[in-house]
Every structure is written in structure tokens, then in C-alpha cells.
Nanobody, 117 residues
Framework: QVHIVESGGGLVQPGGSLRLSCVASGLNSEYHYIGWFRQAPGKEREGLACVSSSNDRIYYADSVKGRFTISRDDAKNTLYLQMNSLKPEDSGVYYC??????????WGQGTQVTVSS
């Protein structure tokens, strides 16, 4: 069983930066992807970035490419999302998600990010 907890959200001005953290305990499978989704009010949940268990495959949505960076520290069971040049349209609830082969999907409870002046 994988347990996911996100943190690091908050209020930031346009152009600012935030770093989100996701602690994924119990993620022992060598076959998984872990990443970040975002859901803005009235919109569908959108995949932003993900990284493979071997850390050799990383994917970004076009909407965040060049501004957001995903990284993982396996020694700490932690996934990060460094968000730079934030825009108001980046506001929403950010979820950490893990897809584990033969097990399925795991989600965190989400952390709110608000980009506003």
C-alpha cells in the first residue's frame, strides 16, 4: 500500500516560485511512474509532469514545460515539483499521483496553489 502526502502549496504572486513536495511511503515497486496533476475550479484534472521509477524518463505537459521541474529523492521517498514563473492560470489543487504496475493508482489529498497579486 502506498501512502502519499503533498505539501508546499500556498499563495504566490505572478512570476514567483514555489516548490511542492510529495512523500510517497510504501512505494517499493521498481515499476512505477510518479508525478503531479492539477485541478483548477470547474476544470478537469490535468497531468503536469511525471517521472519513471528508474528516473530515466520524464514527461511534461506543454503548459508547464520550461517553467516546472520534477525531481525525486529516493533516499527520502520524496518527489518534488519546482514551479517557476508562475501564472494565475497555474492556480489550483495540486495532486501527487503514483501508478504502480500490477497495483493501480494512488493519490494524495492535494495541496492548494494560488497565484495572485
Amino acid at each position: 500500500q502506498v501512502h502519499i502526502v503533498e505539501s508546499g502549496g500556498g499563495l504566490v504572486q505572478p512570476g514567483g516560485s514555489l516548490r511542492l513536495s510529495c512523500v510517497a511511503s510504501g512505494l517499493n515497486s521498481e515499476y512505477h511512474y510518479i508525478g503531479w496533476f492539477r485541478q483548477a475550479p470547474g476544470k478537469e484534472r490535468e497531468g503536469l509532469a511525471c517521472v519513471s521509477s528508474s528516473n530515466d524518463r520524464i514527461y511534461y505537459a506543454d503548459s508547464v514545460k520550461g517553467r516546472f521541474t520534477i525531481s525525486r529523492d529516493d533516499a527520502k521517498n520524496t518527489l518534488y515539483l519546482q514551479m517557476n514563473s508562475l501564472k494565475p492560470e497555474d492556480s489550483g489543487v495540486y495532486y501527487c499521483h503514483a501508478n504502480v504496475r500490477y497495483q493501480g493508482d494512488y493519490w494524495g489529498q492535494g495541496t492548494q496553489v494560488t497565484v495572485s497579486s
